[in-house]
């Protein structure tokens, strides 16, 4: 039995789908983080997409869970999104485990034609990802990156979240 904690945004969105027939969402028990880890999470990921001039990012769960995400282009399937890219961070340790290596990958980076899609390992329970346009420092962006996952890292100390 999968458990995952949403806000009180994802949860409404994933009423919202079963309300309209909709494919079936996953039911698992969902627990309610309380508002104001939520509302600082949003607040870090908003920084971080100012910041690194993202059109999206999101916190999530390793169940494919969204926790809160901060977007710039108007409506994206997050839960798809989310639940793409447990599948990319399960790849990658996957790889790593047939080159014999037992740690998982900290940051994935794709580069495409006009953006650019970084994955960071928050914590063993939780990933933050964010897209944004190429134009910026591959370097820079990953550090921005790492200093909003040891934020959220901290902030997910001071709660349980799984």
Request: hydrophobic fraction near 45%; charge should be negative.
């Amino acid at each position: 039995m999968r458990v995952g904690f949403m806000s009180d945004e994802a949860l409404a969105r994933r009423r919202q789908h079963q309300a309209l027939n909709e494919p079936a969402l996953p039911h698992e028990p969902v627990f309610r983080l309380p508002q104001e880890y939520v509302g600082a999470a949003q607040a870090v990921l908003a920084r971080l997409g100012y910041e690194a001039k993202c059109s999206y990012t999101l916190l999530a769960d390793m169940n494919g869970l969204e926790i809160c995400h901060w977007c710039r282009i108007g409506d994206v399937e997050s839960t798809s999104i989310a639940v793409l890219a447990v599948g990319e961070l399960v790849a990658s340790s996957e790889i790593s485990l047939l080159f014999g290596k037992q740690k998982s990958c900290s940051v994935i980076v794709q580069e495409y034609e006009e953006q650019t899609v970084l994955i960071g390992r928050v914590d063993k329970n939780h990933f933050l990802l964010m897209s944004t346009d190429t134009a910026a420092s591959l370097g820079w962006l990953r550090l921005t990156l790492k200093r909003a996952c040891d934020e959220l890292a901290a902030l997910n100390a001071t709660v349980s979240v799984g």
